[in-house]
Nanobody, 122 residues
């Protein structure tokens, strides 16, 4: 099993920035892709950004140019820097890890963190 511990998130005004961190522990040798997913009230969970073990990344269109995903394999960690946030970014953000190279859909995620709330006020 793999455990994912998220930190960061909180309340920020529109146009502001936040950063999220996620550290993996347990059977980490089974992990390939790591990324961030979010679920807004009344909506399905969706991809935000994901990164493969070798650094290839994929972003959902709405965050391109504003969010940056990074990964430190030595620390088994993935990070998300979020800039120029807007109210539409309000959601619970989940760290996800997959056995596949990159899970661009939540359906491909094998392990989930408990989520951290990001609230952007207008």
């Amino acid at each position: 099993q793999v455990q994912l511990a998220e930190s960061g998130g909180g309340l920020v005004q529109s146009g502001g920035s936040l950063s999220l961190s996620c550290a993996a522990s347990g059977s980490i040798w089974t992990i390939s892709g790591m990324g961030w997913y979010r679920q807004a009230p009344g909506k399905e969970r969706e991809l935000v950004a994901v990164m493969s073990h070798d650094g290839t990344s994929n972003y959902t269109d709405s965050v391109k140019g504003r969010f940056t995903i990074s990964r430190d394999n030595a620390k088994n960690s993935v990070y998300l820097q979020m800039n120029n946030l807007n109210p539409e970014d309000t959601a619970v953000y989940y760290c996800g890890a997959s056995r596949m190279i990159m899970a661009s859909s939540p359906n491909g995620v094998d392990y989930w963190g408990t989520g951290t709330l990001v609230t952007v006020s207008s």
